[in-house]
């Protein structure tokens, strides 16, 4: 979870950086919602044991990350066509990176409580 937070807080220090959002940063936005909500409602059903509630939410997060990968490279393949500046570039693709690091670390706790229903289920 810690790793989620930094993801955001690393995300949000870089953003300042640039001029105004890309379709592709509101995109990632749009994934990262959902993201935070289906972490909440599984941690919420692992307390109250719900593990299927947990698997459905575990499949969705998954679902969303895949959705982040494809993001992370069609927003970076974007930055060389047309070409821009480079200094804009390295910009662009390091925060790219970051939000799709961020599914990553999502994906991550969802794993983990994966992990949790087929030890503890």
């Not at 970076?76 to 799709?100: A, G, H, Q, T, W």
Request: contains cysteine; negative net charge; charged residues 30%.
């Amino acid at each position: 979870m810690d790793d989620v937070l930094d993801g955001v807080e690393s995300c949000s220090t870089r953003i300042v950086y640039i001029d105004k959002p890309t379709n592709y940063m509101t995109q990632f936005a749009d994934l990262l919602e959902p993201l935070g909500k289906h972490l909440k409602d599984a941690f919420i059903s692992l307390q109250k044991r719900d593990f299927a509630t947990i698997r459905k939410l575990c499949v969705e997060i998954n679902m969303l990350e895949n959705e982040g990968d494809r993001l992370m490279r069609e927003s970076v393949s974007s930055l060389f066509n047309p070409p821009v500046e480079v200094v804009e570039l390295i910009k662009m693709k390091d925060i790219y990176e970051r939000l799709e690091k961020l599914t990553d670390a999502a994906e991550d706790i969802a794993d983990i409580l994966e992990g949790m229903i087929i030890k503890y289920a």
